[in-house]
T-cell receptor, first 113, second 111 residues
C-alpha cells in the first residue's frame, strides 16, 4: 500500500478484556516495528520483526503482550487482560531493511477504562 | 546499550527566531541518525537523516550534522514559522536495524 496502515485507529476497551491491533506495512518492506507512545512521553520500543521472525522482543512490557507476523506482511499486536496503564498510542513502522528509514503509521489509540 | 538524549521541552520561540534542539547519542558501531517530526494530531514523519560522520541532513529549512567527535546531531533552523510547531524526535538506528528514539521536544512558535 501507499503507507503503513493501522487498525483500529481508536479503541476503547474495558479493563480485563483482550485487544488486537493490526498493522499492514508498506508493500515490500521486510522489517516491521511496534512502538508505544504514552501521553506526553517519547517512543517506547516494543518489538521488531525481520520477515516473520522477531529477533528482538526485549521491549514487550509483560507476558500479557504478544505479537506475530505472518507472510512477511501483516502484524498483530495482542494485549491480554488489559490494564489502565496500557492506555497509549501504539505505533507501527516498517522499512525495507538494513540501511533504510522507517515509516510510521498513524497509530492506534487505545483507552482502557 | 545504545541511547538518544535530547533536550527537554517545551521550547517556545517567536516567529523568525533561530532554533536549536540538542541531541546526543550513545552507540556502539556506526549508527545512522534521524530527526522525526510529529505535527499535532498526525503520525511521525521523517524530517531528515544522516548515515555517516560529517554528513549533513537537510529538509524544509532544517539542518543537522552528524558529529562523531561530540556524538551529537543537533537540529537547527534559521527562521522558524508558526507551522513548525510540533514535537521533534531524535533517533538512531543501530547496526541491527533497531531504532532508538529520544523523548521528544515540543516546539511552540508564536506569531
Amino acid at each position: 500500500g501507499a503507507g503503513v496502515s493501522q487498525s483500529p485507529s481508536n479503541k476503547v476497551t474495558e479493563k480485563g478484556k483482550d485487544v488486537e491491533l493490526r498493522c499492514d506495512p508498506i508493500s515490500g518492506h521486510t522489517a516491521l516495528y511496534w512502538y508505544r507512545q504514552s501521553l506526553g512521553q517519547g517512543l517506547e520500543f516494543l518489538i521488531y520483526f525481520q520477515g516473520n521472525s522477531a529477533p528482538d522482543k526485549s521491549g514487550l512490557p509483560s507476558d500479557r503482550f504478544s505479537a506475530e507476523r505472518t507472510g512477511g506482511s501483516v502484524s498483530t499486536l495482542t494485549i491480554q487482560r488489559t490494564q489502565q496503564e496500557d492506555s497509549a498510542v501504539y505505533l507501527c513502522a516498517s522499512s525495507l531493511g538494513a540501511g533504510n528509514t522507517i515509516y510510521f503509521g498513524e497509530g492506534s489509540w487505545l483507552t482502557v477504562v | 546499550g545504545d541511547s538518544v538524549t535530547q533536550m527537554e521541552g517545551p521550547v517556545t520561540l517567536s516567529e523568525e527566531a533561530f532554533l536549536t534542539i540538542n541531541c546526543t547519542y550513545t552507540a556502539t558501531g556506526y549508527p545512522s541518525l534521524f530527526w522525526y517530526v510529529q505535527y499535532p494530531g498526525e503520525g511521525l514523519q521523517l524530517l531528515l537523516k544522516a548515515t555517516k560522520a560529517d554528513d549533513k541532513g537537510s529538509n524544509k529549512g532544517f539542518e543537522a550534522t552528524y558529529r562523531k567527535e561530540t556524538t551529537s546531531f543537533h537540529l537547527e533552523k534559521g527562521s522558524v514559522q508558526v507551522s513548525d510547531s510540533a514535537v521533534y524526535f531524535c533517533a538512531l538506528k543501530d547496526n541491527f536495524n533497531k531504532f532508538y528514539f529520544g523523548s521528544g521536544t515540543k516546539l511552540n512558535v508564536k506569531p
